[in-house]
């Protein structure tokens, strides 16, 4: 009986002892059996033929460098989807972005999946999934966000490398903001008695806006770090508003309770850009973005009239005493006033680059007057769209056609908050839940008929309030995608020529 004979342990054949076992194994299987006793030929033989078949190197550069090219851009795409998901991008906004990106560089095989604070890619050169998340917390300012523009714009031409991007995006956070800690207080401040003058409130209510503004702006920069106290702050900040204007109405003996001077200092807790927001992705097909979105912004709102109820009860004041307005309104001319007022306190409050700001007040007046024009002629829901359609375009022009514009997205946000569809769907839905009546019909404190909570009957009479709400919204969306085709059109045509002026000689 003939022992099998050892395994090679030639040194060819070491070298090639750190593959995977299947490969090695594969390369060696013979076609037959080998036989009792092969000769020392034989051997030297399969050692040469193994040597020659089995590699005796790591891999190529050319695969390790392609290798390390994808995980860079991997790593600069989930960095942009987070960026612009932060900035307050819409989901299929940031989705087109990630898309065309990825062309740019080459890589139309990249997969990419976008949620509200979260972004997936897959890369089949790499093999594997990754996923990087964006708390609501995290919101950019609009400098900040002007630059996510910029590097994105470079992105699509592909005239940054992956590697500056993702280190641009990610020292983002730590930047300086433009102005200190107390001027952006003082910018919720003025932004707040801006919105109060377009409501035309009394001099009382400019006064009251003001002081409450200035209290909500030190509220949201002392809860920034901390992010567990920050969903507090919402019905927090609407009690003691709600409670100090219905407490000082009630100690005045006045028979009006203005809810809008309330409502005044809440705006930047009034999620009004992310009702528009979630409609437009519901209308691109984002099921799943646009649903969660919308139900957050709702939660958001009646968690703001849970906050005024409550302050309203705490100042004995009954709900059905709250009215919409003060009995004495200043002119009508105010409200332009307010417009720029307003514009001012938002560059404070949320760091308008310095290039921008010319363009964001032009902008919010346009924007107002737009409103104001085709609310006279025709409906108010209409206005809010033809607005929305005709600020966006402007703020596109400005953006593709001045030398040096501002990012269209970072000049149009602060219109968000100036057609706001959520603030006046806080006040829709205070007065639908109260029966908040018109001045001359608020019921005085006190009265038989101002107790409890109204009726299911009472509510769904008042249903069309909530629904106005909604079709200002779907409006300013609708508005808003027929500007986006339309500047795109734009965008296609050749650069406009340059024109030289010249003094005419005589």
């Not at 080459?106 to 990087?132: F, H, K």
């Not at 409130?201 to 002392?222: C, K, N, Q, T």
């Not at 609407?238 to 005044?264: I, K, M």
Request: aromatic fraction near 6%; include cysteine.
């Amino acid at each position: 009986m003939v022992e099998p004979q050892p395994p090679d342990r030639s040194p060819s054949t070491a070298a090639g002892s750190d593959l995977p076992d299947e490969s090695a194994a594969t390369q060696h299987e013979p076609d037959e059996a080998p036989s009792a006793a092969p000769n020392a030929a034989d051997d030297t033989s399969v050692s040469q033929s193994t040597a020659a078949a089995t590699p005796t190197g790591p891999p190529s550069t050319s695969e390790s460098t392609s290798t390390s090219e994808s995980i860079e851009l991997e790593r600069f795409l989930l960095a942009l989807g987070r960026s612009q998901l932060a900035a307050g991008y819409a989901v299929d906004d940031v989705t087109n972005t990630l898309d065309r990106v990825a062309r740019a560089y080459g890589r139309r095989d990249l997969s990419v999946a976008v949620l509200p604070g979260v972004v997936i890619i897959d890369d089949p050169e790499v093999g594997r999934a990754r996923v990087i998340t964006e708390g609501p917390l995290d919101a950019l300012r609009l400098d900040q966000a002007a630059v996510v523009h910029d590097v994105a714009q470079d992105a699509r031409r592909g005239e940054i490398s992956p590697a500056k991007g993702t280190r641009i995006l990610d020292e983002l956070p730590r930047k300086e903001p433009r102005f200190p800690g107390w001027a952006t207080v003082l910018g919720y401040c003025v932004a707040s008695t801006g919105f109060a003058l377009i409501f035309r409130a009394s001099l009382w209510g400019l006064i009251s806006a003001g002081v409450l503004g200035l209290f909500v702006g030190w509220l949201l920069m002392l809860a920034r770090p901390h992010p567990k106290i920050a969903p507090l702050v919402p019905p927090f900040a609407a009690f003691v508003c709600s409670f100090s204007v219905f407490g000082f109405a009630s100690l005045s003996e006045s028979d009006v309770q203005p809810l809008r001077v309330v409502v005044a200092p809440l705006i930047a807790l009034v999620p009004g850009a992310a009702l528009t927001r979630a409609t437009q992705e519901l209308a691109s097909g984002h099921l799943i973005a646009g649903s969660s979105r919308l139900v957050a912004a709702i939660v958001q709102i009646l968690v703001l009239v849970f906050g005024i109820l409550v302050g309203s009860l705490l100042a004995n004041i009954s709900p059905f005493a709250i009215s919409d307005l003060t009995e004495s309104r200043l002119p009508v001319w105010v409200a332009w006033l307010g417009v720029a007022v307003y514009a001012i306190g938002q560059v404070l409050a949320f760091n308008v680059p310095q290039g921008a700001v010319r363009y964001v007040i032009l902008l919010l007046l346009i924007a107002f007057s737009v409103q104001q024009l085709v609310t006279w002629q025709l409906d108010g829901v209409l206005a809010a769209g033809v607005s929305a359609g005709v600020s966006l375009f402007i703020a596109l022009l400005i953006q593709d056609r001045t030398a040096n514009g501002p990012p269209a997205f970072v000049i149009f946000t602060p219109v968000f908050w100036l057609l706001v569809p959520g603030s006046l769907g806080l006040v829709g839905l205070t007065e639908a839940i109260t029966k908040a009546a018109d001045t001359t019909e608020a019921a005085p404190v006190g009265s038989t008929g101002a107790a409890g909570l109204p009726s299911l009957t009472d509510l769904t009479s008042d249903f069309r309030v909530i629904l106005t709400v909604g079709a200002s919204i779907i409006a300013i969306t609708i508005g808003m995608q027929i500007a986006s085709i339309t500047g795109r059109l734009i965008r296609q045509l050749p650069e406009l020529p340059s024109v030289a002026l010249h003094a005419r000689k005589h």
